[in-house]
């Protein structure tokens, strides 16, 4: 009985605390993008309705955010899965990018292979997160076995794809000679996932990728041990982890879902490789990523609803440069804002409660 | 391509990786581990380029540049010495926040013309007679950023090794407790160092602009901030050896860009990964030689 009300307390406590973390760097962020406005010389209070209703008012700008929800969701835990161990994936980029490319790149060779839909699509859906996984396995094998820091090998490694996706949508066997940027040939129809009332299919996967994250950290093995090098990595050393596979494994799994992601921005949205693909806003769904994931403190439980809140600030966004001539890249500056000023509030709460 | 058009071109980006790698150094020997040098360089390389282009001046660029970078490294201290975050949580979110502030600022003070707007060019060195000299030339006959990155790698490396602040300054990185007791103001230093650092990255990304393109364009860093956070590592921190990555990159980057144009049957674009794959090798290959000053990445508290 009194443990339950200790718990009650605790649970009002963390309410509160999180309730004045997001709301006190919200309101910061608001103040800032105000300023920015007037300083621009337009009316605050219609573009900052802008910023928040485009996604509720029509369902165009409805479909938009999912559109941009979904893929974010991938490169979020892409970041989030190895935060949980203190290591810094800052490559869902390149493992989206590769994931997608691949998958482009068998689709492309299956073209007269003529494979029907329901063997197409899981197959090519395997190549992503297998490229995905593989890629960011490079980066968590270089931490594990070379000791060399993540953010290095996961940034050189964004390069590295982006090259490579240039690469393959140049090159003579995949381009399409009518097109005069990097884009390939379109994918078999076979290989295309559709849309319900213009919601792509790819968020039943977002969902089941949520639904295996949650399995994952909460109910197996490797989620017990994961969460026990987070919390104390030489005490979880003591008791026998293997370490150095938790590392990799955790950069395995973040790829493999950045690679999913990728797949299904390639065979869902654009339905052939497009340079660049990976992007939204004219900015890195990686790096929208990485400011969830910091958003979210590392606890992938609340990332599918960061990323929603994160698109709608980014469908606003497009939406305030496309009627009022806003710069995008003033809403990437607050966002950057409250992802500094939420990591600071919380930090100091956390070690004022103590 | 002969050899002194080579090095001459190979000094121009050393320029950039040992300013960037010598700041990263110079934060890293108090302890203050400086992963957003990307974002200060965007920061500056648009707000050094708007200064310099506005004024008419290529002095007050590369200032501007370097205020930009000041503003940035305070940020980074102030929190990780008050709030205790993270540092590189910290640093990550400055590099977006510097990456996001720098198209920002271009596009609400130039926004898009028909013209691509450059900026006054950065006055040359002429050294007479040694300018003449083929190889040695190449290294002399450069602007007043280069020989800014010589003397300052040189100042850097004359601190730490020969004076008494430049030891002390050492003792901080390795142990803060122990120079603190011997009345050695750890937080202020750190504050110094990291400051100083992030300046010369500022003046690193002014450079992009103003000394390299003379015209911004988005991305201009393309990743070599993070480079040079790979360039202070396997220098072990030290200024003489951060200075001869720097120059080993810039010329797998000239090598890369060379070669791209001049092969047929690889594609470019293999090419162009080569630094950034090279960094990676590089680094397997020095990690036994590699040292850490062991307070990096922590938060200094007296208790």
Redesign the interface.
């Known amino acids: 009985m009194k443990e339950q009300k200790k718990d009650k307390s605790q649970f009002l406590t963390n309410f509160l605390r999180g309730l004045m973390v997001y709301g006190v760097s919200i309101f910061l962020a608001f103040v800032i993008i105000s300023f920015?406005i007037a300083?621009?010389g337009y009316n605050v209070p219609r573009a900052l309705q802008t910023l928040i209703t485009t996604s509720f008012r029509s369902t165009f700008g409805f479909q938009e955010t999912i559109k941009k929800t979904i893929p974010l969701i991938f490169t979020t835990y892409a970041f989030t899965i190895p935060f949980m161990i203190r290591f810094?994936n800052?490559g869902g980029w390149g493992q989206m990018l590769f994931g997608g490319t691949m998958t482009a790149v068998v689709g492309l060779l299956l073209v007269n292979v003529a494979l029907p839909s329901y063997m197409m699509i899981p197959l090519l859906l395997i190549v992503g997160i297998l490229s995905g996984g593989f890629f960011a396995l490079i980066a968590g094998f270089?931490k594990a076995k070379?000791?060399?820091?993540p953010?290095?090998?996961t940034?050189?490694?964004?390069?590295?794809a982006y090259?490579?996706v240039?690469?393959i949508a140049?090159?003579p066997l995949f381009k399409d000679p009518l097109e005069g940027h990097p884009i390939t040939k379109p994918l078999p129809d076979s290989a295309m996932l559709g849309f319900f009332k213009g919601i792509p299919y790819s968020i039943f996967l977002a969902i089941i990728a949520i639904i295996f994250v949650f399995i994952i950290l909460k109910k197996t093995k490797l989620g017990y041990e994961i969460t026990s090098v987070g919390y104390n990595p030489s005490a979880a050393q003591t008791y026998g982890i293997n370490f150095q596979k938790t590392i990799m494994l955790t950069f395995l799994i973040g790829g493999a879902l950045a690679g999913l992601g990728g797949s299904l921005e390639v065979i869902n949205i654009h339905g052939k490789l497009i340079e660049g693909f990976a992007k939204t806003s004219g900015a890195q769904y990686g790096?929208f990523g990485?400011?969830t994931g910091?958003v979210v403190a590392g606890n992938p439980l609340a990332v599918p609803i960061s990323a929603f809140l994160i698109s709608v600030l980014l469908v606003g966004a497009d939406s305030l440069q496309r009627t009022m001539q806003i710069?995008v890249?003033?809403v990437?500056?607050s966002?950057?804002?409250i992802?500094?000023s939420i990591?600071?509030i919380r930090?100091?709460l956390s070690?004022g409660g103590k | 391509m002969d050899i002194t058009t080579f090095i001459s071109q190979t000094i121009v980006y050393t320029t950039v990786y040992a300013l960037v790698s010598l700041g990263i150094v110079i934060g890293g020997r108090t302890g203050i581990f400086n992963i957003s040098g990307e974002g200060i360089m965007l920061a500056a390389a648009s707000s050094g380029f708007i200064i310099s282009y506005l004024t008419e001046n290529w002095f007050f660029g590369y200032l501007a540049g370097a205020l930009v970078g000041c503003i940035i490294g305070f940020i980074l201290v102030f929190i990780h010495e008050n709030f205790k975050v993270n540092q590189f949580i910290i640093g990550i979110s400055l590099v977006l926040l510097g990456s996001a502030f720098s198209d920002l600022l271009y596009k609400m003070v130039i926004g898009a013309r028909l013209f691509v707007p450059m900026a006054p060019p950065t006055p040359e060195v002429n050294i007479p007679l040694l300018s003449k000299i083929p190889i040695i030339s190449g290294f002399l006959n450069q602007d007043v950023i280069v020989f800014f990155m010589y003397v300052m790698t040189l100042l850097a490396w004359w601190f730490y090794y020969k004076t008494k602040i430049g030891l002390e300054t050492r003792a901080i990185g390795e142990n803060p407790k122990a120079t603190d007791v011997v009345g050695v103001k750890v937080i202020r230093r750190r504050y110094l160092a990291t400051i100083t650092g992030s300046a010369l990255i500022g003046v690193a990304g002014a450079y992009l602009t103003l000394g390299i393109t003379g015209a911004y364009s988005p991305d201009i860093s393309a990743g070599r901030g993070f480079m040079a956070v790979g360039i202070a590592i396997f220098a072990s921190w030290k200024p003489q050896r951060a200075i001869i990555g720097a120059f080993l990159f810039a010329a797998i980057e000239v090598i890369s860009f060379k070669l791209q144009i001049i092969s047929h049957n690889i594609p470019f674009q293999f090419f162009l990964m080569l630094p950034f794959i090279s960094v990676l090798i590089v680094m397997v290959l020095l990690k036994k030689q590699v040292e850490f000053p062991a307070s990096l990445g922590k938060p200094y508290s007296r208790e």
Not at chain 1, 146 to 149: D, R, V
Request: charged share 10%.
């Open positions: 920015f300083l621009l810094f800052i270089l070379h000791n060399i820091n953010i290095i090998s940034i050189m490694l964004n390069f590295v090259l490579f240039n690469f140049t090159a790096i990485i400011l910091l710069p890249e003033m990437f500056f966002q950057a804002i992802v500094l990591v600071t930090e100091k070690r």
